[in-house]
């Protein structure tokens, strides 16, 4: 199929004013008679809070508002889920992390603010509190939330197939342990709200990843209706799943706005942004896993021990996840799992792509270990193992489209990989690992998205879409579906997006559906218009609808191009007419709608998946214990690439983010609740002189659902890239460090256990 | 605090501006003369966004006292383009995919351009050596490099 517009490398709608330093992201922002707002935080991990005295504050001059969550706040108990409703947004009477949101001030400076705060007097009775998630699992563990006995916020069961039985029919049987330490989010614009409210309700610009998932808990905690909640669309420096959910300082910042009768802006420091809106799981998992001597996987059996700070957020999401996608990545039927998502006293962790590593690295390494038990080719032991088009998972998850073959097939093509495993120098080595994600899973009445199109006088189209861009290309991804199908240029086409107040509802960044779902309603949007174009245009033309086409800006009859007539000629003689074109769509996941994460896991549970394979060859200093990623391959199946150069971008940036990032560097350190490196300087943040060459690898498998065929645009990869340089690692030196990520101290108490048993 | 009124050529302009005497650059540019195009990413100078040029050079606006400025020539990324023609860096970040949430943006195209200015022609590993400074979390950095060489070739 040959299109003007999609699957090509064309720039993106929004580079040119973020090249000008034109776009505006939240801290850009401001208002007539504008406040600054600042947060006082719990030093306490665990505390009730007795009383708190804000006269002095109060009393500063320059001070506007003070509050709060004892006096200000509307008790509200919000959580993602209806089971999961556990978190006030500023704390009534208790806090559960240091940290914690107290009390804010609202001053004409940021320096008044911050002095006022020091003038607040909070009388804390400390409780005692647990930051080790499997202590905290114990009878005898503070308890954090009354109604969860033994800490755990929920727990995931899968049992599917026979697993004892195969078990015991296996040729081989392994055994291994893993985790990952929490992280942190660490995106490049630190998050701020800007919020105004007055009598028509309030207005909020703040980053996010899905405008409308954040109105209605807002409009709970603010005892508003949604209608009068208005996110506007801003700039955002990047979200990566910790964006998702409404945040404390959004509530704090209306609530200021609110008492001060004035707009207030909340501007969150480097450490602040790592630590107070989300932080990222910690994540242990003991496995075992059988196979038959040809190498069939036929057997698994996980548990799962994720640190998930003080509050649920996404927990029965975040637990599940690697999981699933590790079913719809290999044909194991036999699987049972159990996935814990525990609290302690630390923030609360959300979604994040990379999430799984501590899941996902294990299963490949003992993946690769069967493999060298059994003879068996590492590539080899994916393909066979690997998901395949019209396979139906365990749990009942149909596969339309996969092109997991074809990518392991172009991933090790790419990395010369026959002529490089078992051939590599002393301390080097070369590893594979596979992924697959879902696009568009369960978000009940909320996980669609609308969109309706109007034409100017121009005739050039405007699109009202609720998608929104973190910066992964979604704005442009939009706009290039809806101009390949109205058949015009990019730049005749406009959007207006992410705004709750004009926008319908739209499902957001989650579950990996901005392409599938946003894009999909934007082009039946398109489709619709392009009908009344074409009923219009026929009798301009005297020909029949079904005779036409539109491309470049021109609607032709085909076969007969010199007949034609200008898309904007055509809107003037509708309105001519009295005729006005408006074009509406919907789309909504295609799903198992009994599917839940905790009480049913069973049936289809996302409308497609992605696929990808990774490879990674490192080279390793068996002195220092320093990995060295030479190069990375990464090829992912998208469907198709409404933007390849986007596409790539994405590609390029997973793998460096789970390879470099999440494998060799991020971890977070901490002392009785507190973090010790929150900031870059000693987070350990990768530079430019840590990235090596990374090789993108588009595969297309044509999904029948998504618009143009497209699905999902990079995820594979980030959740297995970790997991290709895990191997490469076992293929260098013949063991694995335990946990990530693999610093050189790591990498070398591992060689020297391995030296020992051996 | 101590009120004093400094000059401060921003983009070919001159300004005058009354700040106090610990205000930053940074403040100054974004607050006063609303030029927010250089961004607060850190408060500790470890990311880079806030990278402005001062006589030709990168320079932390987090970490300069705005009075330290005075007298020299500063440009912020709103000064980039000249009548509203795009920088060819400019115009390389957005044809080879150098940006992405735009964040790191405007202080990663100015170290290009003091790089470029000096090093016309500069290898991968001076590229990188030369950006290391400026964190980005979304790229991984390949398309950032290739934007810088292919506005190297463009001229």
Redesign the interface.
Known sequence: MSYSIVGK?V??T????????????T??LSLPGMLYGKILRSPHAHARILNIDTSKAENLIGVKAVITGKRDAIPYDWGVFPYTRDYQLFPIDTVRYIGQEVAAVAAISEDIAERALKLIDVEYEPLPAVFDPEEAMQEDAPVIHNDKPRNICVQVKVDEGDVDKAFAEADLVLEGSFKSPDHTY?????YAVLAKFDSSGVDIWCPNAGPHMKARPLSSALGIPTSEVRLHHV????A?GGRSEVSPADVIACLLAKKAHFPVKI?Y??EENNNYIRQRVGWITHLKMGFKRDGTWTAVDLRSIVDGGAHASTGPIAVSVPYMEMETTYRVKNLRYNGYRVYTNKPPRGMHPEQNRAFHIPVEFHLDKAAGILGIDPVEMRLKNGMIPGFITATGARITSCGLTECIQKATEKARWKEKKGKLPPGHGIGIACGSVMSGFPMGIRGGSAAFIKFNEDGDATIISGVVD????NESMVSQIVAEELGLPLDKVKLVSADTYICPSDQGAYSQTATLISGGAAKEAAADAKRQLFEVAAKMLDARPEELEARDGNIYIKNALDRRVTIRRTVINALANDITIMGRGYRWPDIDKDREWVTNPRGQFATTYSYGCSVAEISLDMETGKVRVINMVAAHDCGYPINA??V??QL??????SG?CDGLFERLLWDQGQTLNG???DYW?P???D?P??YPIIVSSNDPFGPFGAKEGSLSIRMSMYSAIACAIYDAIGTLPSEVPFTPEKVLDAIEKWQKEV | MDKRIIRLTVNGEEHQVEISAKETLLEVLRERLSLTGAKEGCQDGSCGACTILLDGKPARACLVLAAEAEGKDILTIEGLSRDNELHPIQEAFIHHGGIQCGFCTPGMILTAKALVDSNPEPTEAEIEEAISGNLCRCTGYAKIVESIIAATKRG
């Open positions: 490398p720039p993106r929004d580079s040119e004013a973020k090249a000008r330093g034109e776009a505006q992201f801290a850009d660490c995106q490049g614009e630190p700039c955002i420096g990047g990566f501007v420091s480097r973190n910066g992964q290309g150069m986007a790539e971008q390029e940036g997973a793998a460096w983010g470099i900031n870059n300087l943040f530079t430019a002189l990235s060459p990374v």
